[in-house]
């Protein structure tokens, strides 16, 4: 049995990139560690959601625990860094704030994660933290050194496909005849969305196991903001969108390519 630790800026990120691979992982016999860098305290919530007196973050903190539950997590880690915000906004100039974080401290703290678990496997997210998020763009920063610092044989960044991406959205453009709202337009060169499938090295397959990812997207139910485009789909869609997870592998040529978590 190998460990993987899976390190993540808010609860509710674990789900999109990579809770089919986790839960594949678990299947398989593997642990599985979710390191969250903050509680997402600053994460938007529908009115009313919460109840008197609740506060977003024990809502959040009991969401990532179902979560964990559907996709058969073993352990929950929390930085307790604050949350960061969007680029731009003055939480972002908050000293303690994961994006203000001194890279080598944080690094410091996740790799004696990776030692304590003796962790085979570390994923984190892509250099732009897949959409330009700096919660997101730290992950990776700080992934990177924290691989380094344990010496963790496989380092993977959970990346958006962005050729991918722009056939589903050609898909839905050449049935309904219209650009889908609240999507990005990745025609536009300066929009910071994925990475092209010339620097993607792993595609996973998750198929068999979409209904856990779907639970674990289920259980972050504040955040439908930011999920409910995806739980919405009919499940021939989904499947389409969702059953194949992508991931960059440090350390191989830019020529490979290979279909497993540690392949």
Excluded at 164 to 174: P, R
Aim: proline content about 6%; aromatic content about 6%.
């Amino acid at each position: 049995m190998s460990t993987i630790v899976a390190l993540h800026a808010h609860p509710d990120d674990e789900t999109i990139l990579e809770a089919g691979t986790l839960a594949r992982a678990v299947d398989e016999g593997h642990r599985v560690v979710i390191v969250y860098a903050t509680r997402g305290e600053l994460g938007e919530v529908p009115d009313g959601m919460l109840a008197p007196g609740e506060t977003l973050v024990e809502r959040r903190v009991q969401e990532a625990e179902r979560s964990a539950a559907a996709v058969g997590t073993g352990r929950i880690v929390w930085l307790d860094y604050g949350d960061s915000g969007m680029a731009g906004t003055p939480d972002n100039d908050n000293p303690a704030c994961f994006w203000q974080a001194d890279v080598e401290e944080a690094a410091a703290r996740v790799a004696g994660i990776l030692q304590e678990e003796a962790a085979e496997a570390l994923i984190i997210y892509d250099p732009q933290g897949n959409y330009g998020h700096p919660d997101h763009i730290q992950v990776h920063r700080v992934g990177v050194r924290a691989g380094e610092l344990a010496g963790t044989p496989h380092v993977l960044e959970a990346t958006i496909s962005r050729d991918h991406a722009q056939a589903l959205i050609a898909q839905v453009v050449a049935v309904t005849g219209e650009f889908p709202d609240d999507v990005p337009d990745l025609s536009d060169p300066d929009v910071t969305f994925g990475m092209p499938d010339a620097v993607i090295t792993t595609r996973i397959d998750v198929t068999p196991w979409l209904d856990r990812k779907r639970a674990a997207m289920e259980a972050h139910a504040t955040q439908v903001g930011d999920l409910g485009l995806f739980l919405g789909m009919d499940p021939e869609t989904y499947a389409r969108a969702m059953g194949t997870e992508f991931f960059i592998r440090h350390g191989v040529p830019s020529d490979h390519r290979d279909t497993k978590l540690f392949g």
